[in-house]
T-cell receptor, first 116, second 115 residues
Framework: GAVVSQHPSRVICKSGTSVKIECRSL??????MFWYRQFPKQSLMLMAT?????????EQGVEKDKFLINHASLTLSTLTVTSAHPEDSSFYIC????????????FGNGTRLTVT | AQTVTQSQPEMSVQEAETVTLSCTYD???????LFWYKQPPSRQMILVIR??????QNATENRFSVNFQKAAKSFSLKISDSQLGDAAMYFC????????????FGTGTRLKVLA
């Protein structure tokens, strides 16, 4: 089956530094990838839609300068949290769509970010 | 705008019994897809079942089946012969086909399975 690899699984960083999270589709090409944020015991909140070769589409309220998304190839999308603050601490999950339309999302294992 | 509502924050079921999780949604689209995802404590999102809106027949996957009522915009998940490993958060999700679209998730239902 389709596999999405997300790295790192856990990261601790100091306030003011930047952190990059990678999302790779291992055995399929993903034109579109999605980045979600999940607070404890809550649902997945869509942050942005990442499209290969073009700018990401951000959801309302998500700071595009703070959460930089790059989708440089059909198998890799990255999310960089710039100048991280403790309130950015959260669980971030990427997902990729295999094909379009009737294809379900395949999820990475998520990244637990802790900003101290 | 599309919305997905799960009105049951938590449900419990006895092992080997059957439980139904509710989901309603709102959309003006005619062609879309509905999914149930399971998120165990590992937090890995696992696809349980999916339903194409154009299909009248309810989807089934082993012990999991759905009751899809398009007119009522209802999409419930039935788990038969519940097992301890079924304990998890269950999210109902909506996705529209074509163009630039997004998947919308409900708030989730925590399922507890009692031995």
């Amino acid at each position: 089956g389709a596999v999405v690899s997300q790295h790192p699984s856990r990261v601790i960083c100091k306030s003011g530094t930047s952190v990059k999270i990678e999302c790779r589709s291992l055995d399929f090409q993903a034109t579109t990838m999605f980045w979600y944020r999940q607070f404890p015991k809550q649902s997945l909140m869509l942050m942005a839609t990442s499209n290969e070769g073009s700018k990401a589409t951000y959801e309302q309220g998500v700071e595009k300068d703070k959460f930089l998304i790059n989708h440089a190839s059909l198998t890799l999308s990255t999310l960089t949290v710039t100048s991280a603050h403790p309130e950015d601490s959260s669980f971030y999950i990427c997902s990729a769509e295999q094909g379009a339309g009737n294809s379900p999302l395949h999820f990475g294992n998520g990244t637990r970010l802790t900003v101290t | 705008a599309q919305t997905v509502t799960q009105s049951q924050p938590e449900m419990s079921v006895q092992e080997a019994e059957t439980v139904t999780l509710s989901c309603t949604y709102d959309t003006s689209e005619s062609d879309y897809y509905l999914f149930w995802y399971k998120q165990p404590p590992s937090r890995q999102m696992i696809l349980v079942i999916r339903q194409e809106a154009y299909k009248q027949q309810n989807a089934t996957e082993n012990r999991f089946s759905v009751n899809f009522q398009k007119a009522a915009k209802s999409f419930s998940l039935k788990i038969s012969d519940s097992q301890l490993g079924d304990a998890a958060m269950y999210f109902c999700a909506y996705g529209a086909s074509g163009g630039t679209y997004k998947y919308i998730f409900g708030t989730g239902t925590r399922l507890k399975v009692l031995a």
